[in-house]
């Protein structure tokens, strides 16, 4: 009896385990149909994700469910940016309430490896702006799409991936292996939420000339008091640290919205030791910074206080006091001492044209150099003032000697400058303004840099640079980068009064190079697989917008990409984020280039904007193909023939990844001219050779070759074009995609003595059935017919066909006959003196056979094939199977 309880009993918790284990997926569709649902219901974006992972033990007593491999891509305006790419997303949840209750009660929530983008567009717009507010007015309203009841008690994030960037203020930050995790309860009104959050490397620029912070470490451990019911987070005693620079923090965030939050933060710095306040240096703090021996105080303190929003920015205020700072690695020989710095910045509003500048007095010393500044700048609006003066000397050579640089790199060179810039803004007595007044000199010669990452180095022989009150000028500038030697002098007008009004810089340069290699300068490989495996995507070129510069430029040789460049000259004028390329001259590929057009920014950071018209003449054919992507797309025909090209083209649309032209938003028309080409291995006319044993049709020897043709959405159309070779004549028209698919048709004229045997039976054929048909065709010295080719270039699909000439057939006999009853009425009526009624006339209908009429009739084939082309949504009109003619 006992062994039989214990059977019954061990029985029962084996079903009930098997249940248990089993329970997440006997319903692993029906979770899957509510996660999708409600991810399509409450999101406007695409999410992806691999598979489920379903666990009833992970959050015991909770079920656990992963999204593997989750990807959240936005729509309309970011549908090519992905916010979030997470290796998994986990959720703990209630399973009863999923299947047997009205909400879906979330418990905890983690992200694992997320690799986070936010971007918030020039036009305010933001892509983590997903969620939907109203319902749709199609809204699926299945009973699968339950509420979400957040009764979270956790969250984290684990190695996570933040980056962020703010087109129209020009702020970035990047958060690098960060790890966050968050505790208390989120169903409560009120609440304490203890986070702790690390990261290896955090950077933020704020726009200005140097970053705020870069890959600093970062630490914060807080407790927020939380109300959930006016969404604000206050907090005392916060710990938050950079590197050793470990701050003391109080305040709150209160959320308003999703582009509108209020705040009231405060730090200090709880320890005066100078060392904390020099571990924000990267080139330091990354170099044995634990033996770096220190000594004076420093202090600082900060706030941030008011709205952020699209017209709110916070009041904000920054002191920072260094006395008598000194350093130096135990095992260099020269410090850097007597260092004193008092910063105090100052906005009582937001407005940026209310921000103070003050450093009153600033010097240190390097070694044996010395470096004394001061600046005070009052605003950036209509009445900057500004007093600042720099003096002082760097020998490039001796900085080994007191700062670890990263090994490989090395440095020479002096540096003298002396310098100052005076602006009072504000009117005198006479209620005018004072002048600006500015002067001095910036003298750097023998400098050279190089590095690991850069072997060969920046060398400067001289660069002399004077200023003036009106403008600065480059006097003088020589020296060498990526083995291009180059010469530049220019000159930047009102330099100061443009920066302290925030207003485009306006200057001029001319440049000179001998060799210039752009893959090199712009980090462009010919290899793009090698690339993208190496670093993923080359980002495009950011054109600033804070210039209007002018360059002048000219290059002996200049490399990009597949293409060589020689005697280059034309214009580049960079404004408004946007290059001019003006008459941009070179001989390249045995013949000469002549491009103008644009490249901008401004619209899209990620997908510029290109413009570009080119005027080519007696380019390389073969040359030209291979040195240019996009000639492989609109001309693949390119690859089978040697020779001259000239041709003028445009070009419009954007760039995509790696710097490449993205083929769904080209657009452009052109014309070219072919002179003394010569064809081979062509595999459309090599089939139609094969198939009508036309010996001339698979070497053509071909000039003077003219057409136009227009391209869009990947589809190129080309205007009707002839070709003479050897009495065999050719007019073609059509289209093809940049997939090389093609849809010609084509009027062929051939010398009966050109065709070969596989010809003479075609043709004897033909003719045999037209004259079965009742139409006797007459062959002369010549054959015609009609051609059509579909399929791709490398598989072609060829269709041939007679039906011009038996339709000429047909139109001659029926003109015989009417001339010959014509004859016998003619004749008749002179039989007679008197009028006799007109006989009735005789209706004669011809048959013939048309079941391989071609598509593309008479010499007008290549005509329709073009305007087939043109007419992308019509469909081909087909001959009828029989034609009557009235006698």
């Known amino acids: 009896m006992k062994n039989k309880i214990l059977k019954i009993t061990g029985l029962s918790l084996l079903v009930l385990i098997s249940f248990a284990l089993a329970t997440p997926f006997l319903f692993q569709g029906k979770i899957l149909r509510h996660v999708k649902v409600r991810l399509n219901k409450d999101l406007k974006a695409h999410v992806n994700f691999s598979g489920l992972d379903i666990s009833w033990f992970r959050h015991f007593p909770h079920m656990a469910i992963g999204l593997n491999d989750l990807t959240v891509t936005g729509t309309g305006e970011f549908s090519n940016d992905t916010l979030v790419a997470a290796k998994q997303l986990d959720l703990s949840f209630s399973l009863l309430s999923t299947l047997f209750k009205d909400s879906i009660h979330i418990y905890s929530i983690s992200l694992e490896e997320p690799r986070i983008q936010a971007i918030i567009l020039k036009n305010g717009h933001s ?52 790890n966050q995790e968050g505790k208390g309860d989120f169903s409560e009104e009120h609440f304490i939420l203890k986070t702790k959050t690390t990261a290896d490397a955090v950077s933020f620029d704020n726009g200005g000339a140097l970053p705020w912070l870069t890959r600093a470490k970062a630490i914060m451990n807080i407790a927020f008091q939380v109300d959930n019911r006016t969404h604000t987070f206050a907090f005392q005693d916060g710990e938050l640290a950079f590197n050793d620079l470990s701050l003391h923090t109080d305040g709150f965030f209160q959320w308003i919205n999703d582009s509108s939050y209020n705040m009231d933060l405060r730090f200090d710095l709880p320890s005066k ?48 006091d260094i006395k008598n700072g000194f350093f130096q690695y135990a095992d260099l ?19 940026a044209d209310h921000t103070t500048i003050n450093i009153p007095k600033g010097h240190m010393e390097l070694a044996n150099d010395t470096l004394d500044f001061h600046m005070l700048l009052k605003g950036t609006g209509a009445e900057p003032q500004i007093d600042a003066a720099a003096r002082g000397k760097i020998d490039f050579a001796k900085v080994s000697q007191w700062c670890k640089l990263t090994p490989g790199t090395r440095l020479k060179g002096a540096l003298i400058g002396d310098a100052y810039v005076e602006e009072n803004g504000m009117p005198n007595e006479k209620h005018s303004h004072e002048p600006l007044r500015a002067g001095g000199n910036i003298d750097l010669s023998n400098f050279s840099f190089a590095s690991a990452a850069h072997p060969g180095g920046l060398s400067l022989d001289e660069l002399l640079v004077s200023i003036h009150p009106d403008n600065v000028m480059i006097n003088e500038l020589k020296g060498e980068w990526q083995t291009t030697h180059f010469t530049a002098d220019g000159a930047f007008k009102n330099l100061f009064a443009d920066l302290l009004k925030n207003k485009p810089v306006e200057g001029s340069i001319h440049l000179n ?21 190496a670093s993923g995507t080359t980002h495009p070129f950011l054109v600033p917008g804070n210039i209007n510069l002018t360059v002048i430029a000219d290059a002996g040789k200049v490399h990009y990409d597949n293409l060589d460049l020689q005697n280059l000259s034309g214009t580049l004028r960079i404004s408004d984020e946007t290059v001019q390329l003006e008459n941009i001259k070179a001989e390249t590929l045995e013949g000469s280039l002549v491009i103008n057009g644009s490249y901008s920014s401004k619209n899209s950071a990620s997908r510029p904007d290109i413009h570009f018209s080119y005027d080519a003449k007696n380019l390389d054919v073969q040359k030209a193909f291979f040195a240019f992507n996009t000639m492989q797309k609109i001309m693949p025909v390119g690859k089978f023939i040697s020779g001259k090209l000239s041709a003028q083209m445009t070009m419009i649309g954007k760039l995509g990844a790696n710097m490449a032209p993205d083929l769904s938003t080209l ?8 002179t003394d080409g010569e064809m081979k291995d062509f595999g459309p006319f090599d089939k139609l050779a094969t198939s009508l044993d036309i ?27 002839t070709i003479n070779v050897d009495n065999l004549d050719m007019e073609i028209g059509g289209s093809h995609g940049f997939d090389q698919t093609l849809n010609y048709g084509i009027h062929l004229k051939v010398p009966k003595t050109a065709l070969g045997n596989k010809g003479i039976e ?31 270039i490398n598989s072609p699909v060829v269709q041939t066909d007679m039906n011009d000439m038996i339709d000429n057939a047909a139109i001659d006999l029926k003109q015989s006959v009417n001339d010959f009853v014509q004859a016998k009425l003619d004749s008749a009526k002179r039989q007679f003196q008197t009028p006799k009624p007109s006989l009735k006339p005789i209706n004669l209908t011809v048959h013939h056979a048309g079941n391989n009429k071609s598509k593309y009739k008479s010499r007008k084939g290549p005509q329709l094939a073009h305007e087939h082309a043109l007419k992308t949504k019509g469909k081909r009109k087909t001959a009828k199977n029989a034609k009557k003619y009235d006698s």
């Open 513 to 533: 190079a001998d060799e210039l290699s752009l893959n090199d300068w712009m980090g462009i490989h010919t290899d793009t697989s090698a690339m993208v495996a």
């Open 333 to 351: 020989p020269k410090p850097v001492q007597h260092i004193n710095l008092f910063i105090h910045i100052d906005n009582p509003d937001g407005l």
């Open 127 to 178: 892509n983590w702006n997903i969620s939907k507010t109203e319902t749709q007015p199609n809204e699926n309203k299945t009973v699968f799409a339950k509420p979400l009841s957040y009764d979270l008690d956790r969250y984290a994030i684990h190695d996570g991936y933040l980056s962020f960037s703010d087109e129209a203020a020009h702020r970035s930050a990047l958060i690098e292996h960060m």
């Open 762 to 792: 075609w043709v004897k054929n033909e003719v045999s059935q037209a004259a079965g048909k009742g139409i006797p065709v007459q062959l002369g010295n010549d054959v015609h017919m009609n051609v059509v080719m579909s399929g791709t």
């Open 667 to 674: 657009s452009g028309e052109g014309n070219l001219v072919l």
């Open 273 to 320: 030791d100078f060392k904390h306040i020099l571990s924000v240096l990267p080139a330091l703090y990354e170099n044995d910074f634990s033996t770096i021996k220190t000594s004076g105080s420093a202090n600082l303190t900060g706030l941030i206080k008011g709205r952020y929003d699209n017209k709110h920015r916070p009041a904000y205020h920054v002191y920072l």
């Open 695 to 721: 010996a001339q049709l698979r070497d053509l020897s071909i000039k003077n070759i003219q057409t136009n043709f227009s391209y869009k959405g990947t589809k190129v159309i080309v205007s009707p074009f």
